[in-house]
């Protein structure tokens, strides 16, 4: 079992950026493929990046790539999501999700664990 606490959301203007965290509980962090997701109001879930075990292998959506990183300190039982040159239409409430498949994923079904979700609002 592994929980999962996001924080770094907040209020930014257009062209800004914003370091998202999720903190896990538990022992088995470090063998976890770590997501993060989003959802605007009205829409559908949707998959943002992704990062494996050892965080050498990160695949991104593409309205993200070059835009957003992600990171994990194993040590720390942390995942970061940073997020640079933000536009209004990243606003959303961002999830990270933990999988412990070893397997990278974009769908929401290979999540097995997800955290609270962090409000990120960007203006114009």
């Known amino acids: 079992q592994v929980q999962l606490v996001e924080s770094g959301g907040g209020l930014v203007q257009a062209g800004g950026s914003l370091r998202l965290s999720c903190a896990a509980s538990?022992?088995?962090?470090?063998?976890?493929?770590m997501g993060w997701f989003r959802q605007a109001p009205g829409k559908e879930r949707e998959f943002v990046t992704t990062?494996?075990?050892?965080?050498?292998?990160?695949f991104y959506a593409d309205s993200v790539k070059g835009r957003f990183t992600i990171s994990r300190d194993n040590a720390k039982n942390t995942v970061y999501l940073q997020m640079n040159s933000l536009k209004p239409l990243d606003s959303a409430v961002y999830y990270c999700?933990?999988?412990?498949?070893?397997?990278?994923?974009?769908?929401?079904?290979?999540?097995?664990?997800w955290g609270q979700g962090t409000q990120v609002t960007v203006s114009s």
């Open positions: 999700a933990a999988n412990p498949r070893r397997v990278l994923t974009m769908s929401i079904m290979g999540y097995d664990y």
């Open positions: 538990g022992r088995t962090f470090s063998t976890y493929v």
């Open positions: 990062i494996s075990p050892s965080g050498a292998s990160t």
